[in-house]
């Protein structure tokens, strides 16, 4: 009886600094289902409610009205799924053979890689603007994914979860006469699975959000990723007039990060809890 009241207060406890955390996405969620006249002409507290009186869904009709939108929504989701592509199979190679093959330069790669996550991304915005204008790539997909493919910190994620799986496993498959390549595909991956998940959700709302690449490589609208995109009508007042209506641009752009990261939390806290175990 007591272990149960004494959970209960500790969920009553966890639960009241969680919902704190929620009240601004919840505000935002709310005003984003208010007219966008009831919210300019008042100033009380009572229209900034959490709950939308009165309700309508007409900032969203408004915002999908404007064409683009959609297709800057499927341009977030072009880049975002390449480039989580992209970052799993650079990352799970080269952080299988940092962590468990032999070859010459391997310490010095190592290092380099390790000195690549102290590079603030922005310092190599110049050199790769003038690379990829020089090859006349601006302004398409592939200008998008590819700088983001290479980040050492899935190299360095990647290359930590391999080396604490016991090589046991993999001395048992040599013996069976497995080559290094097949143990890796049929024996590393399926192990390492919640680490690459891990590692796709973080990359996948990293690039969804993403804003500053976007607006330095794409100038035609038609590239436009759904941030970039909706951050250039808000700059226009006659399509961004309302406050409802800038609200409901933020809960487009974050809603399928949200229900991405609802759907495969549990590989998250599973990496975790195998990388605390194995730490």
């Not at 910190?153 to 390549?181: K, N, S």
């Not at 192990?191 to 490589?217: G, Q």
């Amino acid at each position: 009886m007591m272990a149960s009241r004494g959970y209960t207060l500790l969920v009553i406890a966890l639960s009241i600094p969680a919902f704190l955390w929620l009240v601004p996405t919840l505000w935002m969620l709310s005003l984003s289902f208010q007219p966008n006249d009831v919210l300019a002409r008042t100033t009380s507290s009572t229209a900034f409610g959490l709950v939308p009186l009165p309700f309508t869904a007409q900032n969203y009709a408004d915002l999908f009205a404007f064409g683009q939108t959609p297709w800057w929504f499927l341009n977030s989701i072009i880049v975002a799924a390449g480039m989580t592509l992209g970052v799993l199979t650079v990352s799970t190679t080269a952080g299988y053979a940092l962590a468990r093959l032999e070859f010459p330069c391997k310490r010095t790669i190592t290092v380099l890689c390790l000195i690549g996550l102290m590079v603030p991304e922005q310092a190599v915005f110049i050199p790769l603007y003038t690379m990829f204008a020089d090859l006349g790539w601006h302004n398409s997909y592939h200008a998008l994914i590819l700088p983001r493919m290479a980040v050492p910190i899935g190299v360095f994620l990647m290359m930590q979860f391999f080396r604490a799986i016991p090589r046991d496993i993999e001395e048992a498959a040599r013996l069976d006469g497995v080559g290094w390549l097949r143990i890796f595909w049929y024996v590393m991956l399926p192990l390492a699975r919640p680490a690459m998940m891990t590692l796709a959700i973080l990359t996948f709302l990293y690039a969804w959000n993403d804003y500053l690449w976007p607006l330095v490589s794409a100038q035609q609208r038609e590239y436009f990723t759904i941030t970039l995109g909706l951050a250039s009508i808000q700059s226009n007042f006659a399509q961004s007039e309302g406050l409802g209506r800038v609200m409901a641009s933020g809960v487009i752009a974050s809603l399928p990060v949200v229900i991405l990261f609802l759907i495969f939390q549990r590989y998250v806290v599973q990496a975790m809890t195998v990388g605390g175990s194995k730490g």
